[in-house]
Nanobody, 116 residues
Framework: QVQLVESGGGLVQTGGSLRLSCVANGSILNINNMGWYRQAPGKQREWVATVSRGSATNYVDSVKGRFTISRDNVKNMVHLQMNSLKPEDTAVYYC??????????WGPGTQVTVSS
C-alpha cells in the first residue's frame, strides 16, 4: 500500500496561483501513474491530471494551459502548479497513485478555494 499526503491548498483570489504537493510513502516501487482528482461541493469527483513514471502528462480540458503536473521520482512527490485560478476550480484536491500490482491509493485531500 502507498500512503499519500497532500499540502499546499489554501485561499486565493481569481487569477492567482497555488502549488499543490503530494508525498508518497510505503510501497513506492509499486507506484505507476500518479495524479490529482478534485471534488467540488455537491459534485462528483473529477479527474484533473495524471503523470506517468516517465513523466508523460494528461489533463482534463478545463485546466489545460493553466495547470502543470510534475513528478519527482527521487523525492517520491507529485506537484500540481495551478495558475490563472477561477472560482470554478474551488474544490478539495486529492492526490492518487495507481499501483503496478493493481489498485489505487488516495490522500486525505487539501482544500483549494478561489474567491471572485
Amino acid at each position: 500500500q502507498v500512503q499519500l499526503v497532500e499540502s499546499g491548498g489554501g485561499l486565493v483570489q481569481t487569477g492567482g496561483s497555488l502549488r499543490l504537493s503530494c508525498v508518497a510513502n510505503g510501497s513506492i516501487l509499486n507506484i505507476n501513474n500518479m495524479g490529482w482528482y478534485r471534488q467540488a461541493p455537491g459534485k462528483q469527483r473529477e479527474w484533473v491530471a495524471t503523470v506517468s513514471r516517465g513523466s508523460a502528462t494528461n489533463y482534463v480540458d478545463s485546466v489545460k494551459g493553466r495547470f502543470t503536473i510534475s513528478r519527482d521520482n527521487v523525492k517520491n512527490m507529485v506537484h500540481l502548479q495551478m495558475n490563472s485560478l477561477k472560482p470554478e476550480d474551488t474544490a478539495v484536491y486529492y492526490c492518487f497513485a495507481n499501483r503496478i500490482s493493481g489498485g489505487q491509493d488516495w490522500g486525505p485531500g487539501t482544500q483549494v478555494t478561489v474567491s471572485s
